[in-house]
């Protein structure tokens, strides 16, 4: 009892100095981390506790799962002070490991806290292994292609582990790393990188469940000086366009008018001489139209001077006589109706009218019913009254023997004359050389012809009966001319005639102006100097008979093919036959049914 | 009238074509390798199988650490008790030079064991997770996504293990599991094990299988992968 009390309290003392003295029983060591960098091996290190002053050692000791085994660990140097190294054979994965590690000096020792270890996912890989970076160049530009290997321990060709990478880059100066993962690739390229500038590189790995790795030193690389080639060319390109659009404005812009009468064409106005668009826009269309009217239209012809002709007679023995006209003169007078040859261009009934009033003076304007042009009603009516009027004091001009004046009607250019202008033709009328003595001698010579050859032609140009040609052209203006002009030389070369009248058989009497023999009705006179107009035959073929002393010519000349409804006129009693047949003979038959008589000309 | 001719000409041409050639066969899928229809090579194989495997061990490591954090009861190292796995019955390679000891049909047929050793067990971890109202749905769905890829894994290994096997890569030794190998998760004390200890052990079974499947296809087919 006392020994113990003793004993107790010499320990108290010992304790009491040893605490005076600054020694201890060990601290507590605690277990860091245990770690395994390929599956295969781990490394458990521990923090030791305060060591109590006096020298400690310490033990790590282990257990399995489900078994009391303890065993110790078998390499403390391998990985350092502090540390456990359990190598392949002490290493069973999908084990939990109870580790304690055990503190022990002079005065006591202590235990850790244990620790549950399963190596399989403790699994750390060391860093990788060769990290290189290297610049590549390529068209759109240059870029890193940083490459590495695996950390050496790690077995991923059995498969046994497998690893994950993962690279950050930096520059110099930057704060903040640019992580990239590589996944189980070795290699990594890096693009858009500043040029001009070094960049730092570094690359980590890590298992499939595990820890990451440390990062390797760090890789510098530095960047190429380049200009962003793409970039700059659709700089350039840009430019370029902006610089085209430009001028295409400015040009655009200055050739405006152009470009809009281009685009958009105006609207032709109406172009017409005097019209006033702003009559229009008034509204009074009147005025408008008004000026539209043109002074002078359709042209006037003034047709007194039309009417003016000269009536030539030539010496059948000089010259031939031509007496070129139509022979309107019978169908005229066969066509006494307006309506079937006349298109109102001056009817044969206004001569005949003409004709009457002349020489019986003047009668009443009958040819009122008559389809007259508008202008060839006013200038036959003036010249009727100018000619019955000028051939009055004529007598004088007659005298001399000097031909009257003949009215001759040429066709006018009026609106509604169907004929070529060039086939209109003042149309004279030539008797031949009539003497105005009755000279026989000279009368056989004398004859005239009609010729017709105009009018056929026109006539079979423009289909028209002949009447109407010859109601157009030829007028005769048998005002008058009845007081013959008495004294008429023999010598002269040329002499009147005047048409005596027309009989009521249609029949043209011709005789000289001079004749003393004329009579009123000479419609008998057996003189050479006339041409009677035998007869009208039934298919309206105009026979003149050539009035001579000793024979009688015939001349069939058809005049026309008028679609009169006259009925034929036989020959006046005085007017004998004549050997119809021999003209016949020299007569030339044109194509369309005409007959040429001026062939028969040289024959006689 | 001719219309209707033409059309029962028609008709009857198209008839004279088709009927020889339309009869009804039943062609077998992919008989002939390249020209047919794309045969997935066993590469191909394996590539789905790893990956599935992977698929797997993550959706039990995150169940796990789930559990783990909300519904650990106390980190009592000492009051720990550590129970077998059911499955530790099984001898497995826990190195890899023991792995790489192990034949090929044996490493095939252990990953077959191990893959039909926790069909039932997920069935009841997502019935009793289900049932807990302490988990939330998507737990209570993870636990079921873990034991269909389950079973779908094995089905695959399966069809790997026939394809080396027509290949001439296995011997006939691996036999299919018997319905008694199955065994039912109790511990030792007789308690069924619970959640977290089916979750623990299927975490690291899941591991296994992951690490098994690997070596064996750098095993037969070595490639640059590996």
């Keep these: ?604 | 009238m001719s219309r209707s001719l033409k059309q029962v000409a028609v008709l009857l041409v198209a008839l004279l074509c088709l009927d020889p050639h339309s009869r009804v066969s039943s062609a077998p899928i992919c008989t002939h390798g390249p020209s047919g229809c794309h045969v997935p090579s066993l590469a191909d194989l394996f590539d789905r199988v790893i990956q599935h495997s992977a698929r797997m061990h993550s959706l039990s490591n995150d169940l796990h650490s789930e559990f783990e954090q909300y519904f650990l009861p106390s980190k009592n190292s000492i009051g720990k008790i550590y129970r077998k796995c059911h499955t530790s019955s099984i001898l497995t390679p826990n190195g890899k030079e023991n792995a790489q000891k192990l034949a090929r049909e044996e490493l095939t047929e252990v990953i077959l064991k191990l893959l039909m050793a926790w069909r039932d067990p997920l069935f009841q971890l997502h019935q009793s997770m289900a049932h807990q109202q302490d988990f939330n749905s998507f737990s209570s769905n993870k636990a079921l996504e873990m034991g269909d890829m389950t079973h779908e894994l094995r089905k695959g290994v399966e069809k790997v293990a026939e394809k080396m096997r027509v290949l001439g890569m296995l011997g006939n030794s691996v036999t299919g599991l018997s319905p008694a190998e199955t065994m039912l998760p109790i511990s030792d004390s007789g308690e069924a094990m619970s959640n977290y200890e089916l979750l623990y052990c299927f975490r690291r079974d899941s591991n296994k299988v992951q690490n098994y499947l690997k070596i064996l296809k750098c095993r037969i087919i070595p490639e640059h992968d590996c």
């Design chain 1, 1 to 604: 009892m006392r020994n113990s009390g003793a004993v107790l309290i010499l320990i108290f003392i010992v304790k009491l100095i040893s605490q005076a003295a600054g020694v201890s029983a060990p601290g507590k060591p605690k277990l860091t981390s245990c770690r395994s960098p390929e599956k295969e091996t781990f490394t458990c290190w521990w923090e030791p506790g305060e060591d109590g002053g006096l020298p400690t050692t310490y033990a790590l000791y282990y257990h399995l799962e489900n078994s009391e085994t303890v065993y110790e660990c078998p390499d403390y140097k391998t990985a350092g002070n502090n540390s456990c190294f359990f190598n392949k054979n002490d290493t069973s994965l999908w084990v939990n490991y109870n580790i304690t590690v055990v503190a022990t000096n002079a005065l006591g020792k202590n235990i850790s806290e244990p620790v549950e270890v399963d190596v399989a996912y403790i699994v750390q890989p060391n860093t990788p292994e060769n990290v290189t970076a290297v610049v590549v160049d390529e068209d759109q530009g240059p870029f890193v292609r940083v490459s590495w290997e695996k950390p050496r321990t790690a077995d991923t060709r059995s498969g046994w582990i497998t690893l994950l990478y993962q690279l950050r880059v930096k520059q110099q100066k930057d704060k903040e790393w640019e992580e990239y993962n590589a996944g189980m690739q070795k290699y990594y390229n890096v693009f858009s990188l500043h040029p001009d500038t070094e960049f730092m590189v570094q690359v980590r790995c890590k298992p499939d469940h595990g820890f990451w790795s440390e990062w390797t030193q760090t890789t510098y690389i530095k960047m190429p000086d380049y200009i962003p080639r793409q970039r700059s060319l659709w700089i350039i390109i840009t430019i370029f366009s902006v610089f085209i659009v430009l001028i295409l404005t400015w040009t655009l812009n200055v050739k405006r008018n152009s470009v809009k009468l281009c685009l958009l064409p105006p609207v032709p106005g109406p172009k017409i001489k005097g019209f006033d668009k702003q009559l229009l826009k008034s509204g009074k269309t009147e005025e408008v139209f008004n000026s539209l009217v043109i002074q002078g239209f359709p042209p006037t012809i003034d047709y007194d001077d039309l009417l003016v002709e000269y009536l030539e007679v030539y010496d059948n023995e000089e010259q031939e006589l031509v007496l070129d006209g139509k022979d309107l003169s019978e169908d005229c007078i066969k066509s006494k109706s307006p309506s079937d040859c006349d298109s109102g261009r001056g009817s044969c009934d206004s001569r005949t009218l003409l004709l009457e009033k002349c020489m019986v003076g003047r009668k009443g304007s009958g040819s009122d019913q008559h389809q007259y042009s508008q202008h060839g009603e006013t200038s036959w009516a003036s010249t009727e009254s100018s000619e019955c009027q000028g051939l009055e004091p004529g007598s004088p001009e007659s005298s001399d023997g000097r031909v009257k004046t003949w009215p001759v009607v040429f066709s006018s250019p009026q609106p509604h004359h169907h004929y070529q202008a060039e086939t209109v033709k003042p149309v004279y009328h030539s008797v031949p050389e009539i003497l105005n003595h009755s000279s026989p001698h000279i009368m056989p010579t004398n004859y005239h012809h009609l010729h017709h050859q105009d009018i056929p032609q026109q006539e079979g140009r423009h289909g028209k009966p002949a009447c109407r040609h010859s109601q157009s052209y030829n007028h005769f203006n048998l005002d008058g001319l009845n007081t013959p002009a008495p004294g008429v030389s023999p010598s002269r070369s040329l002499e009147y005639v005047e048409v005596q009248r027309v009989n009521p058989e249609n029949m043209l009497l011709l005789r000289p102006l001079s004749d003393p023999n004329r009579e009123p009705e000479g419609s008998d006179y057996a003189g050479e100097d006339y041409s009677k107009v035998k007869e009208v035959t039934s298919n309206n073929i105009l026979l003149l008979r050539r009035d001579t002393s000793h024979h009688c010519v015939d001349d069939y000349s058809q005049a026309s093919q008028c679609t009169t409804q006259q009925p034929p006129h036989p020959c006046k009693p005085v007017i004998y036959q004549s050997n119809s047949g021999m003209p016949q003979e020299g007569m030339r038959v044109m194509g369309n049914g005409y007959v040429d008589s001026t062939v028969l000309m040289p024959s006689y």
